[in-house]
């Protein structure tokens, strides 16, 4: 029971109201809105946890080494001996230190992909799709999206640690 209606007292006193046809159609319509708005919040709320603690999970798996996409983030390669692991890839690595560093500086996400693009520091290959078949090509160079991805990723993954 909730804290207006702990006794039976009350109980009683409240279905009595409610069983009167005095209730207008306003006053329905506005009772209506409010659970529904009621529900509509705690739908959300529940939702945004959801969301929140399997991204932790999920990040807590990555940081262990389990693979949790077919797409490994920037800076990991496949397992030779696991395909459901990942492990660091050197190459990738000193170029995620070099973002975190350019970060660090007070360096802005573009700033640091034309840093890090007139460097000669390369990029993944990108997926293309051409007449139905999926083709790796280079790419023209970093992009400011990737670059806030890989300093999200690393910043939350050492926080976790």
Known sequence: MSKTTRNKIDVKGFNETVA?????????????????????????????????????????HQANGRRMSKILPYGYSEDPSDSKRMIPNPDEQKIVKRILELHDRGFGLRRIARTITNEGLKPRKVRKKIDGRTIYVESKGWQHHTIKAIIRRECVDNKEK
């Open 20 to 60: 009167e046809p005095v209730v207008s159609k306003n006053l329905a319509e506005f009772a209506g809105t409010v659970i529904a708005a009621t529900l509509k919040f705690q739908t959300g709320l529940i939702s945004e946890r959801s969301r929140r603690l399997t991204g932790y999970a999920m990040r807590k």
